[in-house]
């Protein structure tokens, strides 16, 4: 089993910046249940998750969704597969919880992140932007 524990979330002022990260532990050498893609996945209230970025481990190929590009940088160190999320220039449409996920691949659906293959999950951190 793997954990994935996310850190970071707060709140700012629009326009402002914050910076999550995830550590994942556990058995993340189980070939079984192999990790390829890590990254991040947001819900707002009433609204259903989506995919924020994601970056493979095998070769830290990225995917955004449209709506971060530009603003969003997600990156992972090496050695222990910690993955970072780097939001700037925020606005209120970002607030949301952010999920940490890792999976056997990173899915795209018209060259956005989705969850598919996404098999373990973190508990969420807050973001809240206001106005």
């Known amino acids: 089993q793997v954990q994935l524990v996310e850190s970071g979330g707060g709140s700012v002022q629009a326009g402002g910046s914050l910076r999550l990260s995830c550590v994942p532990s556990?058995?993340?050498?189980?070939?079984?249940?192999?990790?390829?893609?890590m990254g991040w996945f947001r819900q707002a209230p009433g609204k259903e998750r989506e995919g924020v970025a994601t970056i493979s481990t095998g070769d830290d190929r990225t995917y955004y969704a449209d709506s971060v590009k530009g603003r969003f940088t997600i990156s992972r160190a090496k050695f222990n597969n910690t993955v970072y999320l780097e939001m700037n220039n925020l606005t209120p449409v970002d607030t949301a919880v952010y999920y940490c996920?890792?999976?056997?691949?990173?899915?795209?659906?018209?060259?956005?992140?989705?969850?598919?293959?996404?098999?373990?999950w973190g508990k969420g951190t807050q973001v809240t932007i206001s106005s």
């Open positions: 556990g058995n993340t050498g189980n070939s079984h249940n192999r990790i390829d893609c």
């Open positions: 996920a890792a999976g056997g691949g990173c899915a795209v659906v018209a060259g956005a992140p989705v969850r598919f293959g996404m098999y373990y």
